[in-house]
């Protein structure tokens, strides 16, 4: 055992202390004690340690408890301080918001106002928009409607031109198949013995009754043979057109002793045709291309009332008859209902 631990504790003088005194005393005692025993340096003597007095220890209380309050307020005051300062900064932010809302408020309502103004002119301009467009409606169904009759009109338009055409083309073939007989009848047209015309459209080979046929007879005469003989030779040079032959009249009524064989004029007219056709069938003429036809005085090309006249009625004539394919087409022949829309 250490020497240390060996010496004897010293006495402590007593005085008069107050319990808790006394109790922290015995608590150092009991401290160094242990100290000692455990080699530690001896403590310092009780005389050093410095007493607490009852009156500075309640001192020392009132001071701790003034320090504490202090701080408590200290620390109240600046928590207060800092709310204070807080809510006052929240009150100009809400002050500031307020403000702003305000604003925002009466900007809104502007721009409310700028929007109901302009949502009238929309559905007044919407209701223009309709009008127009039923307006448009309207008259695209009447552009519809006349561009359909004008498709139609167009239609019927070119095929009334392919119809001119067409007899434009016919047209020119009579005319050249004209200058063709003409030119081959050229020497018989000199002598006076016939003439070629173009009458009421059709190419007309007209020959004198009083070549052909003594009068009231429908016997044809030598000269008239010859001369018709030398129209059938020409004629044959044309197998594929058609002729008619036409007898025609002065308005003189036949005479007592022709009335025996012939009625009238007409019955006059219509011997002499006859006569004329089967000499050119005699002729080799195709007789399915012949016709004939008599008109008596109803026909006629000069005047009645004076010699030259009646003599120019009285004649023979050969007409050109066109081809079917040179005839003009019919109109379509309108439906009874087609008849009642008109």
């Known amino acids: 055992m250490p020497d240390n631990m060996k010496t004897p504790l010293p006495r402590i003088k007593r005085s008069r202390k107050s319990r808790p005194e006394l109790a922290i005393d015995e608590k150092r005692s009991r401290l160094r004690e242990l100290e000692r025993r455990a080699g530690s340096p001896a403590p310092a003597a009780p005389d050093e340690i410095p007493s607490l007095r009852p009156a500075a220890h309640k001192n020392n209380k009132w001071a701790i408890r003034l320090a504490a309050t202090t701080g408590v307020l200290l620390v109240a005051a600046v928590c207060l301080g800092k709310y204070g300062w807080t809510v006052r900064a929240e009150r100009g932010n809400a ?3 307020l403000t702003r809302a305000h604003t925002d408020s009466s900007t809104c309502a502007a721009d409310l106002s700028i929007l109901t103004r302009s949502h009238a002119a929309t559905r007044h301009t919407l209701g223009q928009c309709a009008a127009a467009r ?9 552009s519809a409607t006349t561009m359909a ?17 067409k007899q434009r083309a016919e047209t020119a073939k009579r005319l050249a198949a004209f200058k063709t007989i003409t030119a081959r009848f050229r020497k018989m047209i000199d002598s006076g013995r016939l003439n070629v015309e173009i009458r009421n459209g059709r190419m007309v080979v007209k ?3 009083g070549v052909l046929f003594s009068s009231g007879s429908a ?3 030598r000269p008239g043979e010859l001369a018709l003989m030398e129209v059938a030779i020409i004629l044959r040079g044309f197998p594929k057109r058609r002729f008619m032959i036409v007898g ?4 003189r009524p036949l005479e007592a002793s022709d009335k025996s064989q012939y009625k009238d004029n007409w019955d006059l007219s219509t011997a002499r045709a006859v006569r ?3 000499f050119m069938m005699e002729a080799k003429l195709n007789p399915k291309n012949l016709l004939a036809a008599g ?9 009645n009332r004076t010699r030259p006249g009646r003599q120019s009625n009285r004649r023979i004539e050969i007409i050109l008859l066109p081809n079917i394919e040179e005839l003009p087409t019919p109109p379509t022949p309108l439906t009874a209902d087609q008849g009642k829309r008109s």
């Open 295 to 303: 008109h008596g005085e109803f026909d006629p090309v000069a005047d």
């Open 219 to 221: 016997d044809l005469s």
């Open 149 to 165: 009759s004008v498709t139609k009109d167009l239609a019927a338009t070119k095929q009334e031109l392919e119809e001119l055409r």
């Open 276 to 278: 004329v056709t089967r």
């Open 207 to 209: 020959l004198p009754a």
């Open 95 to 97: 002050y500031a918001e």
């Open 134 to 142: 039923s307006r448009l409606g309207a008259s695209q169904v009447a």
């Open 248 to 251: 025609h009249t002065d308005n």
